[in-house]
């Protein structure tokens, strides 16, 4: 496998060059910043929020030519390495590759065509035309390897969805679905993350468009790993209609993490501070404002840095993407947990009103306002999430587990609502 890798964005139908990726036979790998990037100035397309500086040109052209991210390691860099998957569908990547070729240099690599946003990477000595094209609906058949990247340790697949089927593309670069397949481990994990994203977006939570589609339709799938119902179909929205790609970053690679720290390299006031700082100010303050009141009300213990994401629809400035990844994990743990720590604490029994409004303080966001919204979300989900439940494809168990549950916490009792 080639050992200089260049990095590119591809917005809409232009590749602008951002730079090199070098592995050294020493085995130290860095990151070069082409010059041709550096002069288009404060409008280039922008790779990372953690390394741009609005209104001072000179602090951006100093951390993209000699910040962290450039910094020559045994490990590749943080900011690529959150680029690749995690657990089961790395199993299915590593597969495909040489033996010895297990490195993230080499999955990169491998996987380089189709990441998740607008990153591409490919060989250097590779023209730009030999990047594969999208290929058209009628003409795609399962591939014989994975050559796709989605980030986060859940089996899913990038699909293409035709009419009622959802198809694996030959290529791997058209898919314009997430495909969320069944577990072994999990009993009916897609029909409870789809109903978890729908209870979210009846409280007001922004998610993509999502719906379950039966495995019987899935074609180009092994069976064995189609042990369930159903697949749950997320529409991608770092594609566009046309297959045009949309540039984003997770929040590990928004703060420069290792994915292994994805539980512990901030907590939930720093979540809503990059939502501020490098989204659309308070309006996406309150967006994860939203998304965290519902993880409490829910008993989603897993929403990590990585399970929020920054997207650039113009290529340059930064919002909240659509919320993604929401699951009601205590049906299957009984755990009250929260991924992330708030106001010092992960147990979501006890967060009340008092820890939304003392972040609001720190963020310089008017509590009042915060508060406001957190009750706005509860009175929502208390209005909704009763009747939707009996049209929902959950367990009687499950949903028992979640409104049961709703009714002990804290910030009922401080929003004083009636569940």
Not at 43 to 53: D, E, M, T
Not at 304 to 332: C, F, Q, R
Request: proline share 5%; net charge negative.
């Amino acid at each position: 496998m080639s050992n200089t890798l260049s990095v590119v964005l591809r917005t809409g139908k232009t590749d602008s060059q951002v730079g090199t990726l070098i592995r050294e036979r020493s085995g130290l790998m860095r990151f070069v910043v082409d010059g041709a990037y550096l002069a288009l100035g404060e409008n280039r397309p922008i790779l990372s929020s953690s390394v741009r500086f609005i209104g001072d040109e000179e602090r951006t052209v100093r951390m993209l030519t000699s910040g962290p991210i450039t910094q020559p390691g045994r490990d590749l860099h943080p900011w690529f390495s959150n680029l690749l998957p995690e657990g089961a569908l790395r199993d299915l990547v590593l597969r495909g590759l040489p033996t010895g070729a297990t490195t993230d240099f080499d999955v990169l690599a491998h996987l380089g065509h189709d990441l998740p946003g607008a990153v591409v990477v490919r060989a250097e000595d590779e023209p730009a035309a030999a990047v594969p094209e999208p290929v058209p609906a009628d003409q795609v058949e399962a591939p014989n390897q994975i050559r796709f990247s989605l980030a986060g340790v859940q089996l899913k697949m990038s699909m293409l969805k035709q009419d009622e089927r959802l198809t694996f593309p030959a290529t791997g670069i058209n898919g314009n679905i997430i495909a969320k397949l069944p577990s072994e481990r999990y009993a009916m994990l897609p029909e409870l993350e789809y109903s978890s994203m729908k209870l979210a977006e009846a409280a007001g939570v922004t998610i993509p468009h999502c719906e379950l589609v039966p495995s019987s339709s899935v074609v180009g799938i092994e069976p064995e790993i189609l042990k369930g119902e159903y697949v749950l179909a997320v529409k991608r929205f770092d594609r566009t209609a046309d297959g045009a790609r949309v540039h984003m970053e997770d929040f590990c690679q928004v703060m420069q993490a290792p994915k292994e720290r994805k539980y512990t390299a901030a907590n939930e006031e720093t979540v809503m501070n990059l939502a501020k700082r490098f989204g659309r100010g308070t309006k996406d303050y309150l967006e994860i404002v939203r998304r965290t009141t519902v993880n409490i009300l829910l008993g989603n213990g897993d929403a990590h840095l990585k399970n929020h994401s920054l997207i650039y629809e113009d290529g340059v400035n930064g919002a909240l993407s659509p919320a993604y990844d929401i699951v009601a994990t205590i049906v299957y743990d009984g755990s009250n947990e929260l991924a992330l720590k708030f106001r010092d604490s992960h147990d979501s029994l006890n967060i009340g009103l008092a820890r939304f409004q003392r972040a609001a303080d720190l963020a310089g966001v008017p509590a009042n306002v915060v508060k406001k919204e957190v009750t706005r979300t509860v009175e929502k989900a208390a209005d909704t999430w009763g009747e939707m439940m009996d049209n929902l494809p959950l367990s009687g168990q499950h949903a028992r587990i979640i409104m049961d549950r709703v009714k002990t916490l804290r910030l009922i009792e401080d929003t004083k609502v009636a569940f």
